[in-house]
């Protein structure tokens, strides 16, 4: 079974197609929100990704979800829902069939952000662990045969453990700004 996306080359415009749909949230849920981040394998220079822009939306509160919902849906998302992770709301988006960017949208305080952060900023300054965790990414999609599932349980234990390492040298702090 395949994966949503096959994985690819670290694509230079992956930084601009954020910036283009942060503006794009941020212009339809605006005071709705506190920050917009690049998150996931995207976000990380020369990391072999699946080409979907990962998004992490941090709401003032979840009070505004039904306007969240509302915008993201105007926006051309799909509203997934809680996807297993209470308080944290999933949206995905498809162009001419293919999913392009995924957001995740929860406020400050809960654990995702904390973690979400960690792994991408320790990602940044931890080269070798980003290729490590690029080649595990090529051998799971080349062994897959049960799709997304297999592929995301293959990543989990690893994942795990950057974010463990990241939280212990103090790494995840998030910088709320528009």
Same mark, same amino acid.
């Given at each position: 079974?395949?994966?949503? &996306? ?10 601009? @197609? ?12 605006? +005071?709705?929100? !506190? ?5 996931? &394998? ?12 990962? %998004? ?7 009070? +505004? ?9 105007? !926006? ?8 297993? $992770? ?5 949206? &995905? ?15 400050? &305080? ?13 990602? !940044? ?26 592929? @995301? ?8 453990? $950057? ?12 910088? %709320?700004?528009?």
């Amino acid at each position: 079974m395949p994966l949503t &996306s096959d994985l690819c080359a670290y694509n230079p415009q992956w930084p601009a @197609l954020f910036e283009g749909e942060r503006i794009q949230i941020q212009n339809k849920l605006g +005071d709705c929100i !506190l920050a917009i981040h690049h998150i996931g &394998s995207t976000a990380i220079p020369e990391m072999i990704a699946k080409p979907e822009i990962d %998004i992490l939306v941090i709401a003032r509160q979840m009070m +505004d979800m039904e306007t969240v919902h509302t915008g993201m849906t105007k !926006l051309g998302y799909d509203v997934r829902g809680e996807c297993g $992770i209470e308080g944290r709301y999933y949206y &995905s988006k498809h162009t001419a069939g293919v999913r392009t960017h995924k957001a995740h949208v929860c406020e400050r &305080s809960h654990p995702n952000v904390r973690q979400q952060m960690a792994f991408r900023n320790y990602m !940044l300054d931890h080269v070798e662990e980003a290729q490590a965790y690029g080649a595990l990414k090529v051998k799971l999609a080349e062994t897959n045969t049960n799709g997304m599932t297999e592929y @995301l349980d293959g990543k989990q234990d690893y994942i795990a453990g $950057i974010i463990e390492k990241a939280l212990d040298k103090g790494y995840g702090h998030c910088l %709320i700004s528009r």
